[in-house]
């Protein structure tokens, strides 16, 4: 059964203090690898597409990254701002919708 | 742009009441999605039009009926909820369903009384 899984459940990070969550997937054929930011009460924001190992995103602080096994999100030095949800999801060779992990809850403190 | 417009932004309701959810994207996409998302959960599928027909129904129960006029919108018909069916409705859109980049609305808030 195809399945995605992030760890850690929870994460509280002091302002500028670097850290990588983990998103762990077992995917029949990945088509794609997708991360989104929700903020509470709010809808997903897309911020990244990973298509094929080895490849690599940026966006401002953060960073994605993909294996065969497994996809990590680097924050960088992060600001209280960042503090989110952030949600990884997984398409498989035949399916047409999103396998969603549970998410990590990220609180950064100033 | 890539917005996704859902109205109301929050919505209260009887359990004996009738009411809509509506979404609207103006990407040019063919694929739009209704997901269901309870606190400190994932979002959970509900539904999928591709390229206005429904392709998926994730065994939803009955007293949710979605409907897509045209490529640009969709509804979410809403009939005898209970209140286990309090959450935040989220709406999406992909160019198609072979990729699924998708992008959501803000969510519609919906709490049954």
């Known amino acids: 059964e195809d399945q995605v899984t992030q760890s850690p459940e929870a994460l509280r990070l002091q302002e500028g203090e670097s850290s990588s969550l983990n998103c762990s997937y077992t995917v029949s054929g990945l088509r794609g690898l997708f991360w989104y930011r929700q903020d509470p009460g709010k809808g997903p924001e897309f911020l990244f597409t990973?298509?094929?190992a080895g490849e690599e995103k940026e966006k401002e602080r953060l960073k994605a990254t993909l294996t065969k096994k497994e996809s990590f999100l680097h924050i960088t030095a992060p600001k209280p701002e960042d503090s989110a949800t952030y949600l990884c999801?997984?398409?498989?060779?035949?399916?047409?919708?999103?396998?969603f992990g549970k998410g990590t809850t990220l609180s950064v403190s100033s | 742009d890539t917005e996704v417009t859902q109205t109301p932004k929050h919505l209260v309701m009887g359990m004996t009441n009738k009411k809509s959810l509506k979404c609207e994207q103006h990407?040019?996409?063919?694929?739009m999605y209704w997901y269901k998302q309870k606190a400190k959960k994932p979002p959970e599928l509900m539904f999928v039009?591709?390229?206005?027909?429904?392709?998926i129904n994730e065994s939803v129960p009955s007293r949710f009926s979605p409907e897509c006029p045209n490529s640009s919108l969709l509804n979410l018909h809403l009939h005898a909820l209970q209140p286990e069916d309090s959450a935040l409705y989220l709406c999406a859109s992909s160019q198609g369903t072979r990729e699924l980049k998708a992008f959501f609305g803000q969510g519609t808030r919906l709490t049954v009384v």
């Open positions: 999801a997984a398409q498989n060779q035949a399916g047409t919708a999103l396998i």
């Open positions: 990407m040019g996409h063919r694929a």
């Open positions: 990973l298509y094929s």
């Open positions: 039009y591709s390229y206005e027909k429904l392709s």
